[in-house]
């Protein structure tokens, strides 16, 4: 499985926009990128997916660079809701997603 | 509202105590589903693959006879966990997601089990 790489935390303020990196150097041309979050005690969330092209939906944005080997997951205007482990995975259509340890985000009020 | 619901949320048995937990796709047909378990401050680490019709496809380190899982329909599979003991305490989740190509995994609200 292709691996990424993520900072372990990252720390914002509420109601800034919120930049979460991951880097997938070895990503193949049919990995798709996958962001899931996980707050305390839940199951993982999705929160957006993408080929190429950047992606937005009502939760966040999806920045995927050029040469696709690295991405920015973008919160807009963080809430303190949105303090969780987000994960950065790879994925080829429905299959298991294998789990990194993801970035700890901590929104300070 | 959530797509997947998992059974029961906590359950607390002693050692020895076989234990069941249910993962259902609620508005949609899941041919597969995955079961992962989570130990406090770790990531998630897949357990193994349910198959509809099929046996289970475990990863490498998890005992078959230790996790049953059952894929019987199209929206339950189940996993028991067998002769339970302090070290199977952990956060079990499950997910799935449909058909169609690169749809996302939906996940289940996970089942803390605690095996004292």
């Known amino acids: 499985d292709a691996k990424t790489t993520q900072p372990n935390s990252m720390e914002s303020n509420e109601e800034e926009p919120v930049h979460l990196p991951c880097n997938h150097s070895t990503i193949s041309g049919t990995d798709y990128i996958h962001w899931y979050r996980q707050l305390p005690s839940q199951g993982p969330e999705y929160v957006i997916h993408g080929l190429t092209s950047n992606v937005n939906n009502r939760m966040a944005s999806l920045a995927i660079a050029e040469d696709r080997k690295s991405s920015t997951l973008i919160l807009h205007r963080a809430t303190l809701r949105d303090a969780a482990v987000y994960y950065c995975?790879?994925?080829?259509?429905?299959?298991?997603?294998?789990f990194g340890q993801g970035t700890r985000l901590t929104i300070n009020p | 509202g959530a797509v997947v619901s998992q059974h029961p949320s906590r359950v607390i048995c002693k050692s020895g105590t076989s234990v069941k937990i249910e993962c259902r796709s609620l508005d949609f047909q899941a041919t597969t589903m995955f079961w992962y378990r989570q130990f406090p401050k770790k990531s998630l680490m897949l357990m193994a693959t349910s198959n509809e019709g099929s046996k289970a496809t475990y990863e490498q380190g998890v005992e078959k006879d230790k996790f049953l899982i059952n894929h019987a329909s199209l929206t339950l599979s189940t996993l028991t966990v067998t002769s339970a003991h302090p070290e199977d305490s952990s956060f079990y989740i499950c997910?799935?997601?449909?058909?169609?190509?690169?749809?996302?995994?939906?996940f289940g609200d996970g089942t803390r089990l605690s095996i004292l």
């Open positions: 995975i790879l994925s080829q259509g429905a299959q298991k997603l294998v």
């Open positions: 997910s799935a997601s449909r058909v169609r190509l690169n749809q996302p995994q939906h």
